[in-house]
């Protein structure tokens, strides 16, 4: 199993980015999957998660801002970061939903940094 997180960077406040997880070792169409994040001091959370059916979900702090979505052709679940904050700053994850199914191990994540 292995998951790779690509698309992080430094973006201004109020920028936008996407990322991509590409995954491997698990059939990915009949997961749900979901971004976590894990800020400077903080346990990782859970900001947006979307089932194999394509119903999404979102943590209050990010919603109408972050949108998840996949591809299942190519394996890959996205996470479009809108209007980002500094409080955005974190290194983003991409796993299974654990309120779905057991995480696999974790890809390095991808780190977004937010300059205010």
């Known amino acids: 199993v292995q998951l790779v997180e690509s698309g992080g960077g430094l973006v201004q406040a109020g920028g936008s980015l996407r990322l991509s997880c590409a995954a491997s070792?698990?059939?990915?169409?009949?997961?749900?999957m979901a971004w976590y994040r894990q800020a400077p001091g903080k346990e990782r959370e859970l900001v947006a998660g979307i089932t194999s059916g394509g119903t999404t979900k979102y943590a209050d702090s990010v919603k109408g801002r972050l949108t998840i979505s996949r591809d299942n052709a190519k394996n890959t679940v996205y996470l479009q970061m809108n209007s980002l904050k500094a409080e955005d700053t974190a290194v983003y994850y991409c796993n299974i939903d654990y309120m779905y199914g057991r995480r696999v191990n974790w890809g390095q994540g991808t780190r977004v940094t937010v300059s205010s």
């Open positions: 070792g698990i059939i990915f169409s009949r997961n749900a």
